[in-house]
């Protein structure tokens, strides 16, 4: 009883305890600090998941231009409820007014007849919008069908809602990577500027305090806050949206404790020298900017040109997110991401190498 | 257990830039185990520089330095085990208790004195649970000094400890730290303000432009100067008239000069007891009344403008 409570004594008070408590403690009190790594991803995964879901089929805006038989192709097109015009219902109007919706993107297509060349009907879009091609492809087979066409062959449509393939499956890992470069950034860099800034780095320095020590417990303190981080993403994820893992949930783990060390390292290179909040601030800016927009966080990386989504694959985020959409989406397993893996261990060991080398205590 | 503190020999720091600025430039010392030892100076004078050398938180360009024994270069972690810092500013973390920063320095240490035992010393009791940010000046420093004697230092050293505060707040600090010089532990603290020297230590270095111009006890450094005193009186309003800007004491036997300045007439004197009652006679001779009179040493302060023709608030001449 009493070697327990002294054991016990002896772990509360050994410096890597007492120093993670310190920054766990100064975390939890900082509201600011708890809303961009907790409430900032969850936010912004309520709002994209919200405003990209269960988007029913797009809608189309079409106009048909004054004629002879404008009334009849309102009314095939009315068929369809896809097609709409500004004020719900398709529109008839002047070739003019057509053309300069058409020019303002008010509209996708136009449909008129009494052409010059003979032909029953005229379509009148912009073919690099996809959306109009789209539309010229439906309208003609409606028009077709109402003038008469006979499909030879008969076909049946099944359709599958399948979680796993929709936008906010595709974002929950994106989401994730990003926590965890933030997490990193903030937590690790930001953190040890702030105390050199105070000078408590250098009052730190004075006493018999180890230096491991002190930067272990940057990295448990980092790790513990990545547990509590990305269970809120996921069970929110979860209970909102219905987001689930397909893959294991190891791999997942393994993937989410790699990101967090990568990022532990960049945040501590990125902390080495600076002297300065805005110093600090500007790099990491610095370092996170071209990772949101180049990574794959939002949207996938294959809209870049090959030659430029070459670079971004090398980026320490890309690969992260990238491992973690295989496993959680594709459950794929970590052995078919081992080049993943070893660009995010190349990168945790580079960065902890230079910033042990550079580090500036005071 | 030695009987040197601190030693340091032939110091000298350059600081690297253009132009180089050579912060302390040659001091030697030796601080007495047991011995509470002041470094006095102007702003800019060198004492953080020496300090933190002394602390091992700075390389010397040159020089050597021996903390209890010891060298930084051959044991730094004893060293450190056995000496307690104040730096001339830390900031505590805005967002933990008291006690919470105080088991964290504690933790540092291999041994030490119990947080409740540090936080009652300083006086801090009543604001055990209180975050940093909303303590006063005075008991961010009381803290400090807290953090600093947590490990149950032999040797503590104070970079200005009391810079700031007002002055309850500093003489509060001040016996704190004369509790803690009583227990025969040795301290080294830096201020600019004279008197807390001239109240706290036994031997004061006044340094000037990284150099040390001065060295001994406050008692010494004052009576080298001719050994002076001071006496001040002010008179009954009734008495007024002539006397005020009568020039008359100057003229008296034993008396080195006298300034009349905010209704207080201040005489510097080598003889007071023969002085006094030449000034009650001659206000008796006039009708004149006294309405005080006090004596006192001369001040460090005035050996330190004796010595450099400069008061210690200004600056030094070309910086
Ligand atoms: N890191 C530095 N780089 C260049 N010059 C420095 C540096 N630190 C101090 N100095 C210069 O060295 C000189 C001595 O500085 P120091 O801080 O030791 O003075 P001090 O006696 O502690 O003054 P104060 O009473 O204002 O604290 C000053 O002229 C200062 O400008
Ligand atoms: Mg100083």
Known sequence: ?362 | METIAIRCRELVKTYAGRPPVEAVRGIDMAVAAGECFGVLGPNGAGKTTTIEILEGLLVATSGEVEILGMQWRQSPDAIREAIGISLQETRFSDKLSVLETLTLFRSFYRRGIAVADAVQRVGLEDKLHAWVKDLSGGQRQRLAVAAAIVGDPRLLFLDEPTTGLDPQSRRQLWEIIRQYGAQGRSVLLTTHYMEEAEQLCDRVAIIDQGEIIALGSPRELITRLGGEHVVEFTLAPQTAGADRTENAWAQFAHVTSSVYEDGCHRLTVTEPHLVIPQILGHLEQRGGQLASLTTRHARLEDVFVQLTGRHLEESPPNT
């Not at chain 1, 009883?1 to 002896?10: E, W």
């Not at chain 1, 398709?90 to 449909?111: A, F, M, N, W």
């Not at chain 1, 800016?285 to 990386?301: A, K, T």
């Open chain 1, 1 to 362: 009883m009493n070697r327990q409570t002294t054991g016990g004594a002896r772990v509360a008070n050994h410096p890597l305890t007492q120093l993670v408590l310190s920054r766990m403690r100064e975390f939890w009190r900082q509201p600011a600090a708890v809303f961009w790594v907790y409430g900032f991803p969850l936010l912004m995964m309520v709002a994209l998941g919200t405003a990209f879901r269960n988007r029913p089929v797009d809608k189309i805006a079409v106009t048909v231009v004054a004629g002879s038989q404008a009334e009849a192709i309102q009314k095939v097109l009315q068929q369809d409820e896809r097609f709409v015009g500004p004020g719900g219902d398709v529109e008839i109007l002047s070739p003019e007014i057509c053309r300069q919706r058409l020019r303002t993107g008010k509209t996708l297509l136009i449909v008129s007849t009494d052409s010059q060349s003979g032909s029953n009907f005229t379509f009148t879009y912009d073919p690099e919008r996809p959306g109009s091609v789209m539309a010229r492809d439906v309208i003609n087979n409606l028009l077709q069908t109402a003038a008469g066409r006979r499909d030879p062959a008969t076909v049946e449509d099944i359709t599958v809602r399948e979680p796993g393939g929709r936008y906010i499956d595709f974002l929950v890992p994106g989401l994730l990577g990003m926590g965890l470069m933030g997490g990193g950034m903030w937590g690790v860099g930001f953190a040890i500027v702030n105390l050199r800034i105070r000078k408590l780095l250098k009052r730190y320095l004075a006493t018999p305090m180890k230096r491991s020590h002190f930067l272990g417990s940057m990295m448990i303190s980092r790790l513990l806050f990545t547990v509590t981080e990305v269970l809120i993403l996921v069970l929110a994820a979860r209970w909102l949206f219905g987001v689930v893992n397909h893959g294991s949930f190891v791999a997942a783990a393994v993937l989410v404790i790699l990101g967090a060390c990568q990022f532990g390292g960049i945040g501590l290179l990125v902390a080495s020298r600076a002297e300065t909040t805005e110093t600090v601030s500007g790099l990491m800016n610095l370092v996170m900017l071209p990772m949101w927009i180049g990574s794959g966080v939002f949207y996938s990386i294959e809209r870049f040109p090959a030659s430029l989504q070459t670079v971004l694959n090398l980026l320490p985020l890309t690969p992260l997110i990238h491992s973690l959409r295989s496993v959680m989406q594709d459950g794929v397993s970590l052995l078919a991401l081992l080049p993943e893996i070893g660009l995010i261990s190349l990168w945790t060991v580079v960065t902890f190498a230079l910033a042990m080398r550079w580090f500036r205590w005071q």
